[in-house]
C-alpha cells in the first residue's frame, strides 16, 4: 500500500502494489475547504459549494473549521451575508487540496475569494506563516513584519500571502502595518513561531 500526499498536507491519495502484479490508484475524491467570514458589523455568513455545506449561520469575524467536500470542476458556490445572497462564480476544487473561502467587504457588497492552503509541515527548527487581507474599510495592501523582517509585503484585499518559511523563534515583534497607518493595525510585542507551526494571520 503506497501512500502520496495531497497539496494540501492533510488529504493523502493511496495505490496497491502487487508484487510481481499490477498497480491500482485510489485518488482521494475530496478537498477540505473553511469559511473564513471577514465581514464586519458581526454579519452572519453562509456557505456552500456544491450543494455541501460549510456553514449556514457563521457570525463574522471568525475562522471555521475545515469540511470535506467533493473534488471537481464548475462547481456551483452559494454564499449569503445577512441573508443576501452573493453574486459569485463556479469553482475547481483540486482532490487533496485544502482550501480557505474568504467571504471579505461591505456586507451589502460583500465578495467571495478562494485561497489555497498549504498546510504541510515545514522542516524541523522552521516555522511557516502568511497573511491573508480581509479588511473591508481600509484599502492598499498589507505588510506583515516579523521580528523587523517583512515576510508579506502589499496583500491585498481578498488576498492572501504565499507561506513563508523561517526558523523558528521566540518573543519577537509581529506587526501587521498599512501605509495609511501611522501605527500598526495588529501587534504582538512577543510572538512564539514554534518548530513546525503552520500559522495564518487573518485581518
Wanted: glycine share 10%; no cysteine.
Amino acid at each position: 500500500l503506497v501512500l502520496t500526499a495531497g497539496s494540501g498536507g492533510v488529504l493523502v491519495h493511496a495505490a496497491t502494489l502487487v508484487q510481481d502484479g499490477g498497480v491500482t490508484a485510489y485518488k482521494n475524491g475530496s478537498a477540505r475547504v473553511r469559511l473564513a467570514a471577514g465581514t464586519p458589523g458581526n454579519a452572519t455568513v453562509a456557505a456552500s459549494i456544491g450543494g455541501q455545506s460549510l456553514a449556514t449561520g457563521q457570525r463574522a469575524p471568525s475562522v471555521g473549521s475545515y469540511r470535506l467536500v467533493t473534488a471537481g470542476s464548475a462547481l456551483v458556490l452559494a454564499a449569503s451575508v445577512n441573508g443576501t445572497p452573493l453574486d459569485a462564480p463556479a469553482l475547481t476544487l483540486k482532490a487533496g487540496a485544502d482550501y480557505t473561502l474568504l467571504v471579505h467587504g461591505d456586507p451589502a457588497a460583500a465578495q467571495a475569494a478562494l485561497l489555497a492552503d498549504d498546510n504541510r509541515l515545514p522542516a524541523t527548527g522552521n516555522a511557516k506563516i502568511r497573511l491573508v487581507n480581509a479588511l473591508a474599510n481600509l484599502e492598499g495592501g498589507l505588510t506583515l513584519n516579523v521580528n523587523y523582517s517583512a515576510l508579506a509585503i502589499e496583500v491585498a484585499p481578498g488576498a492572501a500571502s504565499d507561506p513563508v518559511a523561517l526558523a523558528q523563534v521566540s518573543d519577537v515583534p509581529l506587526e501587521v502595518i498599512s501605509p495609511l497607518s501611522a501605527q500598526p493595525l495588529y501587534a504582538i510585542a512577543e510572538a512564539d513561531l514554534l518548530s513546525r507551526g503552520v500559522y495564518t494571520v487573518f485581518m
